[in-house]
């Protein structure tokens, strides 16, 4: 059985990046982010958060995990970095790889499309000390409703705590 854990910084007031997907978030996050992964081995991402992930050079800095983008553009593999059209193809790509746990880091989309599948079992949750106007949502808009259970609250820094919950099913 594959746990799927969904890990996002977000502002207070729930964004995840700013409109143009940049992402103001403290080292202490970031420091946090990578150990995840690395403890995981893969990530799985949306398009639009792997091109921006690509251009800032963040896949060499967590170490260059098994990378999983869920796009519906036609790209080719690289040679850690897979292409899947569905949230479910990435779960089964991880499986034949050996994985039994797997890391979704976002964007809106991506986390909306994941909870409306019902496949995330966890979510972490950096709360960062801003607020942000406009952005992009932890979740898109979409039809679906999860009841959580708070499992660990976490100090990262003064400022920053983390929330772990477990998605009840």
């Known amino acids: 059985m594959m746990k799927v854990i969904l890990y996002m910084a977000m502002s207070v007031n729930g964004y995840i990046a700013q409109e143009d997907g940049d992402t103001p978030w403290s080292e202490n996050e970031w420091k946090s982010f ?38 519906h553009k036609p790209l080719q593999n690289k040679e ?33 499309s994941f909870m409306k599948e019902n496949l995330v079992d966890e979510i972490y949750l950096d709360v960062e000390p801003v ?28 400022d920053e705590i983390q929330l772990h919950y477990k998605v009840k099913k």
């Open 34 to 71: 990578s150990q995840k992964i690395k403890l995981i081995g893969n990530l799985i991402v949306g398009r639009r958060a792997y091109e921006i992930m690509k251009n800032h050079g963040e896949f060499e800095k967590i170490g260059n995990p098994l990378a999983v983008v869920v796009t």
């Open 131 to 158: 607020v942000l106007g406009k952005g992009v949502k932890l979740f898109d808009d979409g039809e679906f409703e999860k009841s959580l259970e708070l499992l660990v609250i976490k100090k990262i820094s003064k």
């Open 80 to 112: 850690n970095i897979f292409f899947v059209k569905t949230p479910g193809d990435s779960l089964e790509l991880l499986k034949g790889k050996g994985f039994t746990s797997a890391l979704v880091g976002g964007g809106g989309k991506l986390n909306a």
